[in-house]
């Protein structure tokens, strides 16, 4: 009985990778390899002021004294970082104006991930900015956020358009220094988001940006920064899907966030990266680092994700709670297939006191991944008071995959109450054979069960995100039972 | 002849349970199948059903003129059989409303029919819930989900009513049920009674006789089906028990 459902478990993990295709751009490339004559190179392109080519090149300095880190549970092969390309840009034809300007081969890779600009601007109230290989090439809806004062653009745009915010904000919550890929991305960043709703102003849309990854060799570098002034509110979605490839790609971003008091950021991630074929080879490298600060009392920032792709995820976006009666979200899904591998969580840092923290971890298995969860819960002195609650489960496929749970948990008054729950369950034949019997096939069933086993991280999402990453689950668990 | 079974042998990791069944079905009839403990009735329902961990190692079962045994499960299901657990098993997470829809537009989709809009769906729903005597909020919770033993029973037959099989086959769904719920059940299950579909019942108790009459009564015992009579067997059994079956196996 056990062999036969894992059978079913292993041919359901065996689909391939739906969104796997190269979209043909004109790219311009920095020289291969990293040296101080790179960010040079990376700064001048983007025409940067000379503070933001200081941090760069600080960043960089700082970097080659690190390590790379090998404390997750992790099993990544040596990466050359001498054989990166750092910069490439898709050649703008001419300024663009409308969607008919945009570039066609462009439009038509939006239209395979079934996520067309067109449709997205008729999606209601969702302004798209697109990343494609570091460089934004369209932002929607930004003049009617203007009205409010609502900035959202690329990253280049704001350095140039608003060097004062950026210097300001840039750093202050993940500092260059703050580990390996953190410094790296802070030395060669390409482009990103930046985000900023000033006091008092609740967003009216939600702000959505979806990234890709099209230049072969080319590791990015996105970094985001969101910054709500006292009051504020916002939610913001970042999806993303990456054409098939061979070698593996590194991405090493970074995402800070300011919550000022009173303000609320949600921050929402689907994403859905190359993860290398069956035999594990190829797929992405996702190195990321996200991390929010409440600063101010009263402040609440949430990170909802969903993870289906990457060939290796290294992920904890975290919260400072800083300000007094500050709280801190993590919702999570990650799913790990085939040979993917998944280090993933969160860090709560309790420092204000009355805080409060939410840890939902859903993580799952197929073929023959590993998924683990790794968080961190750390109550100072000071929070008294505090709280935490972590719920951490997780859901095997088969029993060729891992599944691990590392919670560390530090509490350093005597006030305060943290709480950890945790499971492990696999979908069980009679799970199966129920829903079969009802005329649901074995695939729509693992759909059906996986996105109830994650339904209290998917509520967490944004609408129309939310059906997105349920359409994801679903599919990126196809094959891998039957 | 809806359903046609015919010296079925079937095994479990080697070991025999069914050793050559014979059963005849026909539209519009009711089968009662009672016996003694382990001795293969819910077995029988899962060969018929489908599942896979039983192996079927001689025998046909021909279901409306098709080879039932070359049918996967859900095209089985499809096709209008549908069995009520013993033992219904719990989906954490998955409402019965969204299971129900994903279920009834699949078999829509076998059919060629276009998916139920969700106000059909819901309208449906409610239709059947009221025939079940299903209160509302039931059906917004997890499929089994911390369900009592009676309300798990009456949501199989809640989605029995839904999916409208042509073979219903339920395991003890009267097993649990309080005098009530019983008679909840058991109208459901003749209100749903047509000429063009057929029910069999594996129950160990007359009482559920009584509501719902069978024209025939099977006693399954050691994997075979040893006697079968109209409905005066179920209350003869009541009374004498199965030893007078067991000495005459001897
Ligand atoms: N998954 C299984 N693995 C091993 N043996 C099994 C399995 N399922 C059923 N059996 C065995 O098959 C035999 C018949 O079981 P079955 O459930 O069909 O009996 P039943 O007639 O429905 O009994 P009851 O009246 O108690 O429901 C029993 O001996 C049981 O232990
Ligand atoms: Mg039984």
């Known amino acids: ?482 | 002849m809806l359903l046609s079974i015919n010296d079925l042998h079937a095994s479990i990791a080697d070991k025999e349970i069914l050793k050559g069944v014979h059963l005849e079905v026909n539209k519009g009839e009711v089968h009662a199948i009672m016996g003694p403990n382990g001795t293969g009735k819910s077995t029988l329902a899962s060969v018929i059903a489908g599942r896979e961990v039983f192996e079927v190692t001689h025998g046909e079962i021909t279901y409306q003129g098709k080879n039932l045994l070359k049918m996967a499960v859900e095209e089985r299901a499809r096709e209008g059989i549908f069995l009520g657990f013993q033992y219904p098993v719990e989906i954490p997470g998955v409402s019965i409303t969204n299971f129900m829809r994903t279920a009834v537009n699949e078999i829509r989709k076998y059919k060629g029919l276009d998916p139920l809009s969700g106000i059909d769906f819901m309208r449906l729903m409610e239709e059947k819930k009221k025939l079940v005597e299903i209160t509302s909020n039931l059906t917004n919770r997890s499929v089994n989900e911390g369900f009592s033993g009676g309300e798990k029973k009456k949501n199989e037959i809640f989605q029995m009513a839904m999916l409208e099989p042509t073979l219903a086959i339920l395991d003890e769904t009267d097993s649990g049920l309080d005098i009530d719920a019983l008679r909840i059940v058991a109208n459901g299950v003749n209100k749903l009674r047509r000429p063009d579909n057929a029910f069999v019942v594996i129950t160990h108790y007359q009482r559920l006789l009584d509501y719902i009459v069978p024209d025939f009564v099977h006693v399954l015992f050691e994997g075979r089906i040893v006697k079968s009579g109209g409905k005066e067997l179920a209350l003869e059994l009541e009374e004498k028990g199965y030893d007078w079956i067991k000495k005459a196996q001897e």
């Open chain 1, 1 to 482: 009985m056990e062999s036969d459902s894992n059978n079913i478990l292993h041919e359901v993990t065996k689909q391939e990778y739906k969104y796997g295709f190269v979209t043909d751009i004109d790219t311009e490339f920095a020289p291969r390899g990293l040296t101080e004559d790179t960010i040079r190179f990376i700064s001048a392109k983007k025409n940067e002021p000379e503070f933001m080519l200081e941090f760069r090149l600080k960043a960089f300095r700082h970097w080659l004294t690190m390590k790379q880190p090998d404390w997750a549970h992790l099993t990544i092969e040596p990466i050359d970082f001498q054989d990166i390309i750092y910069y490439a840009a898709p050649k703008k034809k001419k300024e663009l104006s409308g969607l008919d300007q945009v570039d066609p081969e462009l439009l038509a890779t939006f239209n395979k991930l079934g996520i067309s600009l067109e449709e997205q601007k008729k999606l209601a109230g969702v302004a798209v900015d697109a990343v494609i290989d570091s460089v934004s090439v369209k932002t929607t809806f930004s003049e009617t956020l203007s009205k409010y004062g609502i900035i959202f653009c690329s990253f280049s745009e704001a350095v140039q358009k608003h060097p004062d915010l950026v210097k300001q904000y840039m750093g202050s919550v993940v500092p260059y220094s703050d580990n390996f890929f953190a410094a790296l991305n802070s030395a060669v960043f390409s482009d990103g988001s930046f985000c900023f709703i000033p006091k008092g102003v609740r967003c009216p849309v939600d702000l959505s940006t979806y990234f890709r990854i099209n230049a072969a060799n080319t590791g990015q570098f996105e970094r985001t920064l969101i910054v709500a002034e006292e009051g504020a509110y916002v939610s913001y979605m970042e999806g993303c899907t990456a054409p098939q490839r061979d070698e593996n790609q590194l991405h090493a971003a970074i995402v800070e966030i300011v919550a000022l008091k009173d303000a609320e950021v949600k921050y929402s991630t689907v994403q859905n990266w190359y993860p290398g074929d069956k035999e594990g080879k190829g797929g992405i490298y996702n190195f990321v680092t996200k991390r929010g600060i409440c600063k101010g009392s009263n402040a609440k920032i949430s990170w909802t994700q969903v993870e289906t792709g990457s060939a290796i995820t290294w992920k904890y976006p975290s919260c400072i709670l800083l300000g007094d009666n500050s709280i801190g979200e993590f919702y999570s899904v990650a799913v790990t297939n085939n040979h993917q591998q998944a280090d993933t969580g969160t860090k709560m840092q309790h420092l204000g006191k009355n805080t409060r923290s939410t840890i939902i971890s859903k993580g799952i298995s197929a073929g023959k991944s590993n998924n683990s969860y790794r968080g961190l819960v750390r109550i100072a002195k000071n929070a008294v008071n505090s709280r935490n609650y972590s719920q951490c489960d997780s859901l095997l496929l088969g029993s060729a995959c891992g599944a691990h749970t590392f919670p560390y948990i530090q509490v350093e008054n005597k006030s305060s109450i943290v709480e950890h729950e945790a499971t492990t369950s696999k979908i069980s034949e009679d799970q199966l054979f129920y829903c079969q019997q009802r005329g649901i096939d074995m695939e729509s069933a693992i759909g059906l069960i996986v996105n109830g086993y994650a339904k209290e991280v998917l509520r967490q999402l944004p609408m129309e995100f939310a059906v997105e990453a349920q359409k994801l689950l679903s599919i990126s668990l196809e094959g891998s039972v039957g």
